[in-house]
């Protein structure tokens, strides 16, 4: 498919509280490409970006569309983390319970750790300990592992409360917290020690996702469906709730800005939110996308937000009807939406 930019637009949408209301502007490719996606990564001030898709990882130039690199073989991918220091970069696969480890520059492949745990999804980098953190859907139990970025060697294992963890975020002086979806909470990890400090209920959140962390205010966000939260993490305690749309999966922060970016996948929007102090937020937009971008991922130095969705076209003829409470089988691609917000 040809990659081109479709449109160019103005995003303002009265903010339903106090503030200033931002515009902000869209730009849309379709960088063509096979398979689905979870999440993508903004590489801070390159332009580049990593996006998911099912069997492989696209790179592409976020100002552009344009495709510059592809990794392949990542079965059932899901995230992507990099890691300037040791100039690499690591990739869950669902499917094969590993962690692709590539050369940033060549983007070859180096080798792919195999995780005995299984239901890899989540992944980050924490510069505090220099680990990367993965968050599993492990069986019977949720499961946080680190590995080194250097060697590739998994340095630790930590059983969770959820067999549904999601993001993970950093408070950078020794601290990871860690979104468990399934029982709507939050759990705090020594990451030195490689043990469980503390779980924090996130009501009125449900299905906590999306998680990032401001150093400056020492606050802690978390993504969910309708109602997102701000968490005070030196007493677990909500100070702060953000109105959303439904279909979170994760989160965006530009902290120069003090925006947080908050996907609705099932809605089709992301709402934008400013910090006006630690403990008071106001939506300063809504910014439509599609139906299903529910990832997201921020450059902190050229403030842009990217959002990735592929567009399906309808099943073959003679398809198998879904199962009762399943998705059930898609289309094929049709076209592969990559979203650039900035303004």
């Not at 950078?172 to 709507?184: H, W």
């Not at 309708?226 to 968490?231: A, G, L, Q």
């Not at 937000?305 to 003679?318: D, K, R, S, V």
Request: hydrophobic fraction near 40%.
């Amino acid at each position: 498919m040809t990659r081109h930019a479709l449109c160019v637009l103005a995003a303002i949408f009265a903010a339903p509280r106090a503030g200033p209301a931002q515009t902000f502007k869209v730009a849309r490719f379709n960088i063509g490409g096979d398979g689905g996606t979870d999440y993508l990564t903004a590489e801070p001030g390159t332009g580049r970006v990593f996006v998911s898709r099912g069997t492989h990882v696209m790179v592409v130039d976020g100002a552009t569309g344009k495709v510059l690199g592809d990794i392949p073989d990542t079965p059932r991918t899901h995230g992507i983390a990099l890691v300037p220091g040791s100039h690499h970069g690591f990739i869950t696969n669902g499917g094969d319970s590993t962690v692709t480890m590539f050369d940033l520059a060549s983007l070859a492949v180096i080798k792919k750790i195999r995780v005995a745990t299984g239901g890899l999804d989540g992944i980050m980098y924490d510069d505090f300990s220099g680990h990367i953190i993965l968050t599993n859907h492990s069986r019977p139990i949720g499961t946080v592992v680190a590995l080194d970025p250097a060697s590739g060697a998994i340095a630790g294992t930590v059983e969770l409360e959820d067999d549904a963890p999601e993001g993970a975020a950093s408070d950078g002086k020794g601290r990871i917290f860690v979104n468990n979806e399934g029982k709507s909470t939050m759990q705090v990890i020594d990451d030195r020690k490689l043990a469980v400090l503390a779980s924090w209920p996130l009501a009125p959140c449900e299905g906590p996702t999306g998680i990032a962390y401001d150093r400056a205010a020492n606050r802690i966000f978390s993504g969910c469906g309708k109602t997102s939260v701000v968490i005070d993490p030196a007493s677990g305690k909500i100070v702060a709730t953000i109105a959303n749309g439904e279909g979170v999966d994760a989160l965006g922060w530009d902290p120069a800005q003090r925006l947080i970016y908050i996907p609705a996948g099932r809605d089709s929007n992301v709402t934008v939110a400013h910090e006006d102090t630690p403990d008071r937020y106001s939506v300063v937009a809504t910014v439509p996308t599609m139906r299903g971008a529910k990832t997201i991922s921020v450059d902190p130095v050229k403030h842009v937000a990217y959002l990735f969705q592929p567009e399906y076209g309808p099943l073959p003829p003679g398809s198998p009807a879904p199962a009762p409470g399943s998705r059930g089988p898609r289309g094929p691609v049709v076209a592969a939406w990559f979203f650039a917000i900035s303004h």
